[in-house]
């Protein structure tokens, strides 16, 4: 079992930044990967990116790239996502995943098996 707990949430102004976090406990990863998701109201929950726990290979959804950036540390078991430009569409509640066994960065929902509680970003105007 893996327990992923997000934080660095909050309200932030267009154009300023966020750093939110995903502490992992539990299994150690190995081979895994490590993806953010996100959903706004009334829509479904998007990728934003992810990280390959081994190599640090990164990949983000076009809506992001240049904005976002996903790093992980080994040590502590925790993987970022550095959030800058922010905008009024990217309020929504962030969640990161985990794929255990996986050479490759899941982009569908359906490619994690575990899931942190999520934390809540908002851009205003």
């Known amino acids: 079992q893996v327990q992923l707990v997000e934080s660095g949430g909050g309200l932030v102004q267009a154009g300023g930044s966020l750093k939110l976090s995903c502490a992992a406990s539990?299994?150690?990863?190995?081979?895994?990967?490590v993806g953010w998701f996100r959903q706004a109201p009334g829509k479904e929950r998007e990728f934003v990116g992810g990280i390959k726990w081994i190599g640090g290979n990164t990949y983000y959804a076009d809506s992001v790239s240049g904005r976002f950036t996903i790093s992980r540390d080994n040590i502590k078991k925790t993987v970022y996502l550095q959030m800058n430009s922010l905008k009024p569409e990217d309020t929504a509640v962030y969640y990161c995943?985990?794929?255990?066994?996986?050479?490759?960065?899941?982009?569908?929902?359906?490619?994690?098996?575990?899931w942190g509680q999520g934390t809540q970003v908002t851009v205003s105007s």
């Open positions: 995943a985990a794929k255990l066994g996986t050479i490759a960065i899941p982009r569908a929902r359906s490619g994690y098996d575990y």
């Open positions: 539990g299994r150690t990863f190995g081979s895994s990967a």
